[in-house]
């Protein structure tokens, strides 16, 4: 309980995150995660673009194959 109140208070401190923040370990974090995301939202985009294109293609090529069952304009 001391602790996480100490914690809060440091972290609360303007002075203490602008050193923080210049700090090199920091600063590598802060660009590890960006390039982390970047990268991710990247492959989410051609993964999407990718399924668009293929299903498209499937759907060309007559998939899903409907089921036999009477045809239009005939009645029994």
């Known amino acids: 309980m001391v602790l996480r109140r100490l914690l809060f208070a440091l972290l609360n401190d303007p002075r203490l995150l602008d050193r923080l923040s210049e700090a090199r370990p920091i600063r590598a974090a802060a660009r590890f995660t960006a390039a982390a995301l970047t990268r991710g939202l990247r492959l989410r985009e051609t993964f ?6 293929e299903a498209a293609r499937a759907k060309d090529a007559g998939w899903p194959p409907r089921p036999p069952g009477p045809k239009k304009g005939r009645s029994p």
């Open 48 to 53: 999407l673009r990718e399924l668009k294109e």
